[in-house]
Structure formats: C-alpha cells, structure tokens
C-alpha cells in the first residue's frame, strides 16, 4: 500500500487545523447568538412586566373608582325611573357625566411599539375595551349638549315647561332625558365589569 506523500500530509494537517478554526469560530459566533438572544429574551420579559404592573396599576385604581361610582348613579337613576313611572313631575336634573378612566396608557403602549410583548388574547380584550371607553366618552359629551341646550335654560321655568300635564310624561321636547340617562348608567355598569375582568386577567398574566 502506497504511503501518503509529506505534501499529502501537510495539506491533510492543514485541512484539519482549518475545519477546527472554523468549528472554533461557529462555536463562538453560536455562542454569542445564544448569549444575545438569551439578553434580549430577558429585556423583553422585563418590559412585558412593567408593562403588566402599570396596567395592573391603573386597572386597580379604576376598578376601586367605578366600585364606587356606578352604584351610585344606578341608585340616582333607579329613583328618577320609578318617580317618572309613578307619575311624579319632577324637573329634570342637571347632570354631567364624565368618563373617569385614563386612555393613556394604552396610547403609550401602542406609540411604544411594544404591544408585541403583550399576549394576543389581552391586546385585543384590551383594544375593545379602551374602544368603549372612547365611545361612552363622546356619549357622555353628547348628553351633556342636550343638558346644556335643553335643560339649563329653561331650569327656572314651571314644571308645564317638561311635561304633559294630563299624561304627566315628558314632553317629545324632552323626551331624550330618560333614555339617554339609562344609556350612562348602562355604559358605567358595563365599564365596570369590564375593568374588573381585565384586573383579573392582567393578575393571572403577572401570576404566570
């Protein structure tokens, strides 16, 4: 058997050293894939739990809010339902309602470009919810228009101004005060359920 030759030799110890420079070099540049990703993977995390903290933050004070704002309202328009039911004229009041539940959060996650780090499930619970609020708002502004053109106006005038004496229901004028009131007090009833289920979701997300 014919025995390599010495420039067989070298170009085969040549060709071992360079396939282990190259393993060493994969090896390392692997290595560092790794290590980056395994940082990036830990910054991620890290600003996925503030993220959750601070809306957890911001779902406790709303939902301790609205714990105490929506009975009350439903108590206040219970009364004026049943009043009016029973016949019994009384003047409409001069409410305002305000939507107290801050949207800014959910804008500077999404100016953050972060609502990638946020389950799926919770962004689009969380964009329906935040869709709410914006609507409920503008309806709020909307019966505050109707307060001001129709009710404040005429607030020291007799009771014939908003009733139909003989059927003793509001005049067509006035017609919009019940149903709007019952739609405010509907939408914080539902905003509260609302941002007591998130609270719950958003707690779950941090327990994991």
């Known amino acids: 058997m014919k025995k390599p030759s010495k420039e067989q030799n070298n170009y085969r110890g040549k060709s071992v050293w360079l396939i282990a420079e190259l393993l060493?070099?994969?090896?390392?540049?692997?290595a560092a894939f790794i290590f980056d990703n395994y940082r990036t993977n830990k910054q991620?995390?890290?600003?996925?739990?503030?993220?959750?903290?601070a809306l957890k933050e911001e779902f406790t004070f709303s939902s301790e809010?609205?714990?105490?704002?929506?009975?009350?309202?439903d108590s206040i328009v219970t009364k004026i339902k049943n009043e009016y039911e029973e016949g019994k004229m009384?003047?409409?009041?001069?409410f305002h309602f305000v939507i107290g539940i801050r949207t800014d959060i959910w804008e500077a996650v999404?100016?953050?470009?972060?609502?990638?780090?946020?389950?799926?499930?919770?962004?689009?619970?969380?964009?329906?919810?935040?869709?709410?609020?914006?609507f409920a708002a503008e309806e709020c502004k909307n019966f505050d228009?109707?307060?001001?053109?129709?009710?404040?106006?005429?607030?020291?005038?007799?009771?014939?101004?908003?009733?139909?004496?003989?059927?003793?229901?509001?005049?067509?004028?006035?017609?919009?005060?019940?149903?709007s009131?019952?739609?405010?007090?509907?939408?914080?009833?539902?905003?509260q359920k609302m941002t007591d289920s998130l609270l719950?979701?958003?707690?779950?997300?941090l327990e994991d």
Not at 65 to 73: D, E, H, V
Not at 111 to 127: N, R, T, W, Y
Not at 181 to 191: A, Q, V
Request: glycine fraction near 2%; aromatic fraction near 16%; proline fraction near 3%.
């Open 90 to 94: 009384s003047k409409p009041s001069r």
């Open 44 to 53: 991620n995390e890290y600003r996925r739990q503030q993220i959750y903290t």
């Open 200 to 205: 719950v979701e958003i707690n779950n997300y």
């Open 24 to 30: 060493v070099v994969f090896i390392g540049v692997y």
């Open 145 to 179: 228009r109707l307060i001001q053109q129709y009710i404040i106006p005429n607030t020291d005038k007799n009771i014939e101004e908003f009733y139909n004496i003989k059927t003793k229901k509001f005049k067509r004028k006035y017609s919009w005060y019940l149903e």
């Open 65 to 73: 809010g609205m714990k105490q704002a929506a009975p009350l309202l």
């Open 110 to 134: 999404l100016k953050s470009g972060a609502l990638e780090l946020i389950d799926v499930k919770l962004v689009f619970q969380l964009s329906n919810y935040y869709s709410f609020i914006r």
């Open 181 to 191: 009131l019952d739609n405010m007090n509907n939408y914080m009833n539902s905003i």
